[in-house]
């Protein structure tokens, strides 16, 4: 049952491959940004270990986005396991499956963000699409999520 829920998680964010309009809205621009930032996303409430974890990022300012485009935006795991994310008119999609679990509260991905202007963690909006037990059993409600690091690079 984990394997078939950690396919399903890795397949749903592979929508963009050979799409057309890929990266269209908040794109543009963004390979001319002057400023580069690590964003770090949390988890921030204690909901015991998970198996898998999805969530969506949205940019609310006006100017710039996510480094790459598709599923080669430049997002890094901070748990073990499988990771996908999917960059795709401006909504950042992620997806974590880990059958030694995701660890609450805590850090659970890092991605580039580049833009013309200063960020701050206010500047971004978590939603969680989607999250279980390591037994694959639905959470009662979704965990809390934040933007919890804008770092220059």
């Not at 930032?37 to 996510?66: C, K, M, P």
């Not at 485009?69 to 974590?96: Q, S």
């Amino acid at each position: 049952m984990r394997i078939v829920r950690a396919l399903q998680v890795a397949c749903l964010f592979v929508l963009c491959a050979g799409s057309s309009g890929c990266g269209d809205g908040s794109d543009a621009g963004v390979d001319n940004a002057t400023l580069s930032y690590e964003i770090t996303i949390r988890v921030t409430d204690d909901v015991g270990t998970l198996g898998a974890l999805q969530f969506e990022v949205v940019y609310t300012g006006d100017s710039g986005g996510w480094a790459g485009f598709g599923d080669t935006v430049a997002c890094e795991a901070l748990t073990e396991g499988l990771a996908a994310a999917n960059h795709f008119r401006g909504k950042l999609k992620i997806g974590l499956v880990s059958l030694q679990g995701i660890p609450t509260p805590g850090d659970v991905v890092k991605c580039i963000f580049r833009t013309h202007d200063t960020l701050d963690a206010d500047d971004f909006e978590v939603e969680v699409t989607d999250a279980s037990t390591l037994e694959t059993d639905p959470l009662p409600a979704p965990p809390r999520m934040a933007v919890t690091g804008v770092e220059p690079i």
